[in-house]
C-alpha cells in the first residue's frame, strides 16, 4: 500500500468520529509519528510503498483512536509550551488553556526572576500531573526552584521522565494536599500554581467520551457537594506558607471564577480573573495582603 492510500483510508475512517479538519490533524499527526514524514514530505512520497511493520503500527493505531482514545494517549506523546510530553492515562492531556496559565505567571515573574541576585524564587505546583507546568517555568525563567507535587504515584513517574528527558531540574513530591497534616512539611513559597480538579461530578455526562473513558477522574472531578476544596485548601495553606506579597495563580471551571475569587478575598487576597482566547473566565490570580 502506497503511502497515499494508506493515509486516505486512515482519514476517511476516522471521518465518522471527527469533523474533516480535526481528522486531518489527527492523521498527519499519527503518519509523522510513525513515518516520521512531515505532511509536505508524505505528499511528495506518495507513491512509496509503505513496510508490512509501518503499515501494521499504523493500524494497530487507527483502532485505538476508534475506540474514541484521544490520539495523545495512543503516541504518548502531547506538546505544550513549544515542547514535546511524554502522557499516558495516569496524568491529563495538557490543554490549551493551562498553556495560557503559564503564560501569564511567566510574563508577570518575569521581571522580578530577572532582578533577584541572591537567592531563587521558591514556586509550589499543586497537582502536577504530567509535570507540563513546573517544567514550562524551569524552561522560562531564571533564578527559580520549584517543588512540584502530586497524589498520583503513576503521575509522578511520568512528571519525573519529563522533567528528566526535558532537562529541567523539579523536586517532586508525592503528597495529598487536602490532607492539612502533609503540611507541616512544606516550606514558605512566593508562588503557588496549581491546575486542580474543578468539575463536578455531576457534569460528568456532558463531557465527550474520550475525556470520561482515557483521562484520570481523580484529576478532573470533584464532589458536587464540595466543589471548591482545592482553592479553599490552597487559600488556608497559604496563609502560613505564602510569602508577603506573595501569589497564587489558579486554573478554574470557567462558570464559577467570581465564587474562586470570593474564597480568596475572604483570606485577605486582591484578586483578578483573566479570561482565555475564546473569552471564558479560566484563570484568577490572587495576591497577598499579608495577615
Excluded at 481528522?23 to 516520521?36: C, H, K, P, Q, S
Excluded at 486542580?196 to 464532589?223: R, W
Aim: hydrophobic fraction near 40%; charged fraction near 25%.
Amino acid at each position: 500500500m502506497t503511502t497515499e492510500q494508506s493515509y486516505n483510508n486512515f482519514f476517511n475512517q476516522l471521518l465518522p468520529l471527527y469533523e474533516s479538519k480535526e481528522a486531518n490533524n489527527i492523521a498527519d499527526w499519527v503518519f509523522e509519528n510513525v513515518t516520521g514524514l512531515k505532511r509536505w514530505e508524505r505528499r511528495a512520497q506518495k507513491n512509496k510503498i509503505l513496510t508490512a511493520e509501518l503499515v501494521q503500527r499504523l493500524q494497530k493505531y487507527l483502532e485505538e483512536l476508534l475506540r474514541n482514545k484521544p490520539v495523545q494517549y495512543v503516541l504518548q506523546e502531547a506538546w505544550f509550551y513549544k515542547m514535546k510530553f511524554f502522557v499516558n492515562e495516569h496524568v491529563l492531556i495538557p490543554r490549551p488553556e493551562t498553556e495560557e496559565l503559564v503564560s501569564w505567571v511567566v510574563n508577570d515573574l518575569r521581571t522580578a526572576v530577572n532582578d533577584m541576585r541572591n537567592g531563587a524564587i521558591e514556586i509550589l505546583d499543586v497537582g502536577t500531573g504530567s509535570g507540563c507546568i513546573a517544567i514550562s517555568f524551569k524552561k522560562e525563567l531564571k533564578n527559580i526552584f520549584i517543588t512540584a507535587i502530586d497524589i498520583s504515584k503513576e503521575a509522578l513517574t511520568v512528571a519525573k521522565k519529563n522533567a528528566d528527558n526535558l532537562q529541567t531540574p523539579i523536586a517532586f513530591l508525592r503528597m495529598d494536599f487536602i490532607d492539612e497534616r502533609s503540611w507541616n512539611a512544606f516550606g514558605v513559597y512566593d508562588v503557588i500554581v496549581s491546575n486542580p480538579p474543578y468539575i463536578p461530578e455531576i457534569e460528568k455526562e456532558t463531557l465527550a467520551k474520550n475525556v470520561t473513558a482515557y483521562e484520570p477522574g481523580i484529576a478532573l472531578f470533584v464532589q458536587n457537594d464540595h466543589p471548591f476544596i482545592f482553592y479553599e485548601k490552597i487559600a488556608k495553606f497559604a496563609q502560613s506558607h505564602l510569602k508577603p506579597g506573595g501569589r497564587i495563580f489558579v486554573e478554574v471551571h470557567e462558570g464559577y471564577s467570581n465564587e474562586v475569587r470570593k474564597i480568596f478575598s475572604v483570606y485577605n487576597f486582591n484578586t483578578e480573573m483573566k479570561k482565555d482566547i475564546y473569552g471564558k473566565a479560566r484563570m484568577v490570580r490572587a495576591i497577598s495582603n499579608g495577615p
